[in-house]
């Protein structure tokens, strides 16, 4: 021990240490459990790891929308925490062993650098295709077809999840009352619908004339329309976004247009006219909604999704179509 | 104003087949932020790059191309079955496990930002500006499945007959 202390003296008197880099990508944030260190999403983050006292346990907190899925493995071995046996977060880094260890106390003495590195992931939903095709001719009733095994049917959620007690093949929902309670899938009545896959909570139609009706259409632009700055704005569902938020509208007061992604999400490309789960998106018109995505086409068209079909298109913003909230986060 | 939906039900009941090249035009960072930015993807330098944010592998140069800028090789379009039977076949970085993307894992790398050519070339160098099939089947008609328009980024549906490119994908383990 008195030998190992002289070592860790001389290591520190030459300023040489083993460097820990914290890389978070876009989609969460690295917290410790000292409270020591917090490195947010896009930082880079650098801790030299001097002796054999350092003991840190390090959690990987992913964003709205984003789950944490590994740590990364990064060439000849260096990315911490990502070895089969301690994939999960948190992940406990200490140095207290590496006595025992020559290679690894070798390490502290040098300017090795070391990464600890999440991956977040933002789970998206499946198609709902559950059949397969005959190439040029016939849409069979089951997974049966040319090539099957290559075809949608045989991959994804709507392959291992079946149950449609929660919504078609892959797509899990929960009901949600006007205060944000969640109901039973048997519910006869429900303002807001969780997707359990991507946690994102929508606006359910109604056909009661009101400020959700299905009827409604709106042209492109409103509050939280993306695309700063990018010529034509109609304010039309300003009108709706305000009253849902005043309402607290499902137990939210934060919701927004969806992007062109998010609302592709919804799309049941197993069904048309419309492409959607009917069983918790009734009062859907077979038309196009729009998204809060601005089209790179020119700066007076944007997207929307056509849940005729189920399919992603830009239009004019002077369009009149419809649309349906979201809300994300707590 | 005609939408790119129009422009290609014109350009498909004239026969034509458009020839892009690469003039991509994309919003800037504070207009409108990138849906797929570089940071998101790894690349393993063996011909295929991972997508973080989506876990999925995919092959990075359009099927039938190579190198580490995608022009080596001949590229060439595929039927339906061309392309379900090709995707099968490809041991592409020694997996074995490539598949034809779905429709909403084909749209997951649309880039956003960006028109004529809607797909971040950083990532993907040399991508052709035009339809990829995916392997879903559409509901309505027979002998029909979807694909995407990287030129414009929109989602459509045609005859399985049609001669489109492909980009192959994996789930990770």
Same mark, same amino acid.
């Not at chain 1, 997974?143 to 078609?168: F, L, N, P």
């Not at chain 2, 129009?6 to 003039?23: F, N, R, S, Y």
């Not at chain 2, 001949?74 to 429709?103: E, G, I």
């Given at each position: 021990?008195?030998a190992?202390?002289?070592?860790?003296?001389?290591?520190?008197?030459?300023?040489?240490?083993?460097?820990?880099?914290i890389?978070v990508?876009?989609g969460?944030?690295?917290?410790?459990?000292?409270?020591?260190?917090?490195?947010? %999403?896009?930082q880079?983050?650098?801790?030299? =790891?001097? /002796?054999?006292?350092?003991?840190?346990?390090?959690?990987?907190?992913? #964003? *709205?929308g984003y789950?944490?899925?590994?740590?990364?493995?990064?060439?000849s071995?260096?990315?911490?925490?990502?070895?089969?046996?301690?994939?999960?977060?948190?992940?406990?880094?200490?140095?207290?062993?590496?006595?025992?260890w020559?290679n690894?106390f070798?390490?502290?003495?040098?300017?090795?650098?070391?990464?600890?590195?999440?991956?977040?992931i933002?789970p998206?939903n499946?198609?709902?295709?559950?059949?397969?095709?005959?190439?040029?001719?016939?849409?069979?009733a089951?997974?049966?077809?040319?090539?099957?095994?290559?075809?949608?049917?045989?991959?994804?959620?709507?392959?291992?999840?079946?149950?449609?007690?929660?919504?078609?093949?892959?797509?899990?929902?929960?009901?949600?009352?006007?205060?944000g309670?969640?109901?039973? %899938?048997?519910?006869?009545?429900?303002?807001? =619908?969780? /997707?359990?896959v991507?946690?994102?909570?929508?606006?359910?139609k109604? #056909? *009661?004339?009101g400020?959700?009706?299905?009827d409604?259409?709106y042209?492109?632009?409103?509050?939280?329309?993306?695309?700063a700055?990018?010529?034509?704005?109609?304010?039309?569902?300003d009108?709706?976004?305000?009253g849902?938020?005043a309402?607290?509208f499902?137990?939210?007061?934060?919701w927004?247009?969806?992007?062109?992604?998010?609302?592709?999400a919804l799309?049941?490309?197993?069904?048309?006219?419309?492409?959607?789960?009917?069983?918790f998106?009734p009062?859907?018109?077979?038309?196009g909604f729009?998204?809060?995505?601005?089209?790179?086409?020119?700066s007076?068209?944007a997207?929307?999704?056509?849940?005729?079909?189920?399919?992603?298109?830009?239009?004019?913003r002077?369009?009149?179509?419809?649309?349906?909230l979201?809300?994300?986060?707590? | 104003?005609?939408?790119?939906?129009?422009?290609l039900?014109?350009a498909?009941?004239?026969?034509?087949?458009?020839?892009?090249?690469?003039?991509q035009?994309?919003?800037?960072?504070?207009?409108?932020?990138?849906?797929?930015?570089?940071?998101?993807?790894?690349?393993?330098?063996?011909?295929?790059?991972?997508?973080?944010t989506?876990g999925?592998?995919?092959?990075k140069?359009?099927?039938?191309a190579s190198?580490?800028?995608?022009?080596?090789?001949?590229?060439?379009?595929h039927?339906?079955?061309?392309?379900?039977?090709t995707?099968?076949?490809s041991?592409?970085?020694?997996?074995?496990?490539?598949?034809?993307p779905?429709?909403?894992?084909?749209?997951?790398?649309?880039?956003?930002?960006c028109?004529?050519?809607?797909?971040?070339l950083?990532?993907?160098?040399?991508?052709?500006?035009?339809?990829y099939?995916?392997?879903?089947?559409?509901?309505?008609?027979?002998g029909?499945?979807?694909?995407?328009?990287f030129?414009?980024?929109?989602?459509?549906?045609?005859?399985?007959g049609?001669?489109?490119?492909?980009?192959?994908?994996r789930s990770?383990?």
């Amino acid at each position: 021990m008195a030998a190992r202390r002289i070592v860790l003296v001389t290591l520190l008197s030459l300023l040489a240490s083993c460097k820990l880099q914290i890389i978070v990508p876009i989609g969460g944030s690295i917290i410790t459990a000292s409270g020591t260190y917090t490195c947010l %999403a896009g930082q880079t983050c650098e801790i030299d =790891v001097v /002796d054999l006292l350092f003991d840190e346990t390090f959690t990987a907190v992913p #964003d *709205d929308g984003y789950r944490f899925d590994q740590w990364k493995k990064k060439q000849s071995g260096r990315g911490f925490c990502a070895t089969v046996s301690a994939r999960h977060s948190p992940c406990r880094l200490y140095t207290s062993f590496f006595g025992g260890w020559p290679n690894l106390f070798a390490f502290l003495a040098t300017d090795e650098v070391f990464y600890l590195e999440p991956v977040f992931i933002r789970p998206f939903n499946d198609t709902g295709i559950i059949f397969g095709q005959n190439y040029l001719d016939g849409n069979n009733a089951d997974c049966t077809g040319v090539t099957i095994e290559q075809q949608d049917c045989s991959h994804g959620r709507d392959a291992t999840h079946k149950d449609d007690s929660d919504g078609h093949a892959g797509f899990s929902y929960t009901k949600l009352g006007s205060t944000g309670a969640a109901l039973p %899938a048997s519910a006869a009545s429900w303002s807001c =619908v969780r /997707d359990n896959v991507t946690g994102w909570v929508w606006e359910v139609k109604t #056909d *009661d004339g009101g400020n959700h009706d299905k009827d409604n259409t709106y042209r492109w632009g409103g509050k939280t329309a993306l695309g700063a700055g990018v010529d034509t704005y109609y304010p039309d569902w300003d009108t709706l976004l305000d009253g849902s938020n005043a309402a607290s509208f499902c137990g939210y007061s934060s919701w927004r247009l969806p992007t062109i992604k998010e609302l592709e999400a919804l799309a049941n490309l197993n069904r048309y006219s419309p492409a959607i789960d009917m069983a918790f998106f009734p009062a859907t018109p077979s038309a196009g909604f729009w998204s809060a995505s601005p089209s790179a086409n020119d700066s007076n068209s944007a997207w929307y999704v056509n849940f005729d079909w189920g399919n992603a298109n830009d239009d004019d913003r002077g369009s009149y179509r419809h649309v349906r909230l979201v809300h994300s986060g707590q | 104003m005609k939408n790119h939906l129009q422009k290609l039900i014109l350009a498909c009941l004239l026969g034509a087949v458009p020839v892009h090249g690469v003039a991509q035009t994309c919003f800037t960072e504070s207009e409108m932020p990138s849906s797929t930015p570089t940071a998101h993807f790894t690349d393993h330098g063996n011909g295929t790059v991972t997508h973080d944010t989506t876990g999925l592998m995919w092959a990075k140069c359009v099927q039938g191309a190579s190198g580490s800028d995608c022009t080596t090789g001949s590229v060439s379009k595929h039927t339906w079955q061309q392309a379900l039977d090709t995707a099968a076949a490809s041991t592409l970085a020694a997996y074995a496990d490539w598949r034809l993307p779905n429709m909403k894992e084909l749209r997951s790398i649309v880039e956003e930002q960006c028109d004529a050519t809607t797909i971040n070339l950083a990532i993907f160098p040399n991508a052709r500006s035009s339809h990829y099939w995916s392997a879903s089947p559409y509901a309505r008609f027979t002998g029909v499945a979807w694909f995407v328009d990287f030129y414009s980024g929109i989602s459509f549906f045609t005859d399985h007959g049609s001669s489109k490119y492909i980009r192959l994908v994996r789930s990770q383990p």
